[in-house]
């Protein structure tokens, strides 16, 4: 059995804020902002726990076809994410790092990401990736136009280089809240062999103990990585 400890590698697809807010009776937007309170606490929780790289899929590019009113209620609680909540980042050592087609977003906000990345950028000790704009078919097809470019025939390496999660560890752990059992276009090449874990929670819902038993429940798994059963 391959060692079963912490995960490197944790991505998280954050879903569920709409129908959150709704049993509420409250605005989607509602939902999303109670979710970006939880998320910052959980990713402090998800360090502390000794996670190497966290991955929040925040938007996807198909997200963006959503009322507008949605769309730039989220790019205002993104703006407010880059501005205000870098500082315990750095005094951490976590780097930043967005994915994501940032041709898809305000100017004002691609400015944002592109400053709390270099605030970060020193740090050593955790990658936080946001995936925003992002959708795991279109970045492998970016990532196939590179190659087409270079005119060279790629290795998986070469090729999973050129993704923009390129330099990351492939995914150990994924997480999906929101009772949906699906992938949703995320990082599709980058979780071929990620064990999953189906949260019915709602994301405003998922504590740091959910997050706790998801990795209690990775420590149970098998990774076999297509080797033959002992
Ligand atoms: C996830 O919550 C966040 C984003 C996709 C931006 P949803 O907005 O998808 O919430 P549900 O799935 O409708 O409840
Ligand atoms: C996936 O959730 C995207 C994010 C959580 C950012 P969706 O709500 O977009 O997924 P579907 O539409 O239920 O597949
Ligand atoms: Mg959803």
């Not at 569920?16 to 998320?39: C, D, P, T, V």
């Not at 000794?50 to 993104?78: Q, V, Y």
Request: aromatic letters at 10%.
């Amino acid at each position: 059995m391959a060692d079963m400890g912490i995960p490197f590698h944790v991505g998280i697809i954050m879903d569920g804020n709409g129908r959150w807010a709704k049993a509420r009776g409250l605005f989607r937007l509602e939902g999303h902002r109670a979710g970006m309170a939880r998320m910052l606490a959980l990713i402090e929780h998800a360090f502390d726990a000794g996670i190497g790289e966290l991955s929040l899929f925040a938007l996807s590019t198909e997200n963006l076809s959503r009322p507008k009113e949605e769309t730039e209620g989220l790019f205002s609680l993104f703006r407010l994410y880059f501005t205000q909540h870098i500082p315990p980042l750095v005094g951490r050592g976590v780097r930043l790092h967005v994915v994501g087609n940032r041709s898809l977003l305000p100017a004002d906000l691609v400015s944002l990401i592109e400053g709390a990345e270099e605030r970060t950028k020193a740090g050593d000790k955790g990658l936080l990736t946001f995936a925003i704009a992002y959708g795991g078919r279109q970045d492998i097809v970016s990532a196939c136009n590179r190659a087409v470019k270079e005119g060279r025939e790629q290795t998986l390496e070469s090729f999973a280089g050129k993704l923009s999660t390129g330099g990351m560890s492939a995914i150990d752990l994924l997480i999906r809240t929101g009772g949906e059992k699906r992938l949703s276009n995320f990082m599709l090449f980058e979780a071929a062999y990620a064990e999953i874990y189906f949260s019915e929670k709602m994301f405003p819902d998922f504590s740091d103990s959910d997050l706790d038993e998801a990795l209690l429940d990775y420590r149970k798994r098998d990774r076999r990585f297509g080797t033959s059963v002992e």
